[in-house]
């Protein structure tokens, strides 16, 4: 098991921008592939964007692409979320996810094929 802390939430005006944060425990953290998710009141919950262990590959919602920008960190055990020109339909709360396949293959996009899940950091946007 993956234990998740998010982070880096707050909230922001049209426009601006806030980069999350996601501390990781455990040994095996550098092989799951890692994902970002939101909840916003009223909606079911929203992939927003993975990469691979390695970090080599991500891949973005249709609706954050080109503005939100997932890294990671094996060494300190940390993801990332740069999240720029941010609009009131970003506001949410937003978790990090950890896919626990091992050196997977397939980037996921559904909750269901995440294990481990952060409590989630909250990000209002206002208009």
């Known amino acids: 098991q993956v234990q998740l802390v998010e982070s880096g939430g707050g909230f922001v005006q049209t426009g601006g921008s806030l980069r999350l944060s996601c501390a990781a425990s455990g040994r095996t953290f550098s092989s ?43 060494a300190k055990k940390m993801v990332y979320l740069e999240m720029n020109s941010l609009n009131p339909e970003d506001t949410a709360v937003y978790y990090c996810a950890a896919d626990r396949t091992g050196f997977g293959v397939a980037l996921q996009t559904t909750p269901e094929a995440y294990e481990d899940w952060g409590q989630g950091t909250q990000v209002t946007v206002s208009s």
């Not at 919950?45 to 609706?63: M, N």
């Open 32 to 74: 799951y592939n890692m994902g970002w998710f939101r909840l916003a009141p009223g909606k079911e919950r929203e992939f927003v964007a993975t990469i691979k262990w390695s970090g080599y590959r991500t891949y973005y919602a249709d609706s954050v692409k080109g503005r939100f920008t997932i890294s990671r960190d094996n």
